[in-house]
């Protein structure tokens, strides 16, 4: 039996609606001819006539569109409408049997080895290379989607141009739009959810991006984590970096395991090892390392000081490439610039302290010279305390 439309003088298997305006057409494709088909039942065209010209009720469809429709009931209709293609602008919908399904369009049939389990949905069909055996378990949604990929399998792309470079990358995610995971080429094992999330990684893998640009500066690198609006958003060379929150860890440079949890926190940091926990913590700091800022604003002052701890509200260095100091509490700030500063409490927020003297008892009396002293700086006061051998 032959196809319905194989002598209508069209290419067999087409029906093209063509709009008033001639460059504008629309062409529905019958995949495949079923056995139990032998007529196409078309009760309506209006496209090349006068609005509603043969349409026997006030239902009338627009020019430039092509109407099936059950005359019994007009409210069950199939409907194609060419208003609003673009001139010199042609659209194929594709169905492959009578009933309209539209299932994967390649990798469907088991018997296909190739790329069996690969479903490619929408507006431009690209096929996945059929040469090669481990090109399967493909997803890929949306215009262009994955529209490069040759042997890379397992990828699931979902969104206008996502996965757009990828060839031979396989097990990578990405759903979005405006170029989500687009430049990634043989990179394996990444994820990018959000609009440009990891736009511009070529080789990388094992990297994770959430939100709108995050990773956007990552080429290269893997193993890194990037979750919130521009996070990690720098140029971006190295491994083993968490940033989450907006603008974290978005410095440029090469830079590794470095963990940035708040908005902003190590926002210019291109330095290694540093460990920042809340809002604007360690947010200045750039060639500093193996520095930790706990708290709203910790270590603001930082830049290229080394091995600093700083823990609680706005608590901080006195210079901004001060190293080694320890400074705990809300505002604790060292009252000198040297290095190694021990710092507890402030003098706006201090910590509770006895100056009751004990009484005497029955211990040795102490060396007359201490062996060192202890400098700290307690609730805004710098104090020398003496140390002794036990």
Do not use: W
């Amino acid at each position: 039996m032959s196809c319905p439309l194989q002598n209508s003088g069209m290419p067999p298997q087409d029906l093209a609606l063509n709009s008033l305006a001639s460059d504008r057409i629309v062409t529905a494709r019958l995949v495949a001819c079923s056995a139990d088909i032998d007529t196409l039942r078309v009760n309506h065209i209006d496209l090349p006539g006068t609005e509603g010209a043969s349409f026997p009720d006030s239902n009338a469809p627009p020019d430039q569109a092509f109407n099936i429709f059950n005359f019994t009931d007009p409210s069950k209709r199939i409907e194609f409408n060419a208003i609003d293609i673009s001139p010199n602008e042609t659209r194929i919908f594709s169905a492959p049997d009578y009933n309209g399904v539209l299932p994967a369009t390649v990798g469907a049939d088991p018997a296909d080895p190739f790329a069996f389990g690969s479903l490619l949905v929408g507006n431009t069909n690209y096929p996945i290379d059929r040469t090669s055996p481990i090109s399967l378990g493909n997803t890929f949604i949306g215009h262009g989607a994955g529209v490069s990929n040759t042997t890379g399998s397992a990828n699931t792309f979902i969104g206008n141009l996502t996965g757009f470079s990828t060839t031979t990358g396989g097990g990578n995610i990405s759903v979005g739009t405006l170029l989500t995971l687009a430049g990634n080429v043989d990179g394996i094992n990444n994820i990018a959810i959000g609009t440009a999330a990891l736009p511009n990684l070529v080789t990388g893998d094992h990297n994770v991006a959430l939100g709108a640009g995050a990773g956007v500066g990552f080429i290269d690198t893997s193993d890194n984590i990037a979750i919130g609006h521009l996070a990690m958003g720098g140029t971006v060379s190295g491994f083993f970096n968490v940033g989450i929150g907006r603008l974290t860890l978005s410095g440029s440079g090469t830079m590794n395991a470095n963990t940035a949890i708040g908005d902003s926190a190590l926002q210019n940091a291109a330095s290694s090892n540093n460990v920042a926990v809340g809002y604007l913590s360690l947010n200045q700091v750039d060639t500093g390392a193996s520095n930790v800022g706990v708290g709203y604003n910790s270590g603001v002052t930082l830049t290229g000081g080394n091995g600093n701890v700083t823990v609680g509200d706005s608590a901080d260095v006195n210079s901004a490439t001060q190293n080694n100091c320890i400074c705990i509490g809300r505002q604790a700030v060292p009252t000198v610039a040297t290095d190694g500063e021990l710092v507890i409490g402030s003098a706006g927020f201090p910590l509770t302290t006895e100056t009751t003297v004990g009484l005497a008892g029955g211990a040795s009396a102490l060396p007359a010279t201490p062996v060192t002293y202890l400098l700290i700086t307690v609730n805004g006061n710098r104090l020398k305390i003496p140390l002794y051998n036990p």
